[in-house]
């Protein structure tokens, strides 16, 4: 199992890497020898995709805040003048 750096981990991969363990660990092909490592490695992606979520969560509403704040400063219809 080659070990990527998180850096070039995506969370899609990350997703797929852990449902790939998950299966082989449920339907018992997963060598005793390596379960060990197979359930670190699912830890450290359960982590990663937990960061991701979490950062992808504060982008988010750090743009719906500012598209708020710019919605609430744009002047309503009433303040604009007529031609």
């Known amino acids: ?8 981990l995506t969370y899609s991969q990350a997703a797929e890497e852990l449902e790939t363990i ?13 379960l060990g490592e197979k359930v670190e490695r699912a830890s450290t992606l359960i982590r990663f995709c937990r960061q991701t979520l ?8 750090k743009v719906v805040e500012d598209l708020n704040t710019v919605a609430s400063e744009a002047p309503s219809e009433a303040e604009e003048p007529e031609d």
Request: aromatic share 0%.
């Open 1 to 8: 199992m080659a070990a990527k750096k998180k850096s070039d």
């Open 22 to 34: 998950l299966d082989e660990i449920e339907s018992g092909t997963a060598d005793v020898d390596v």
């Open 54 to 61: 979490s950062g992808t969560e504060l982008r988010v509403r």
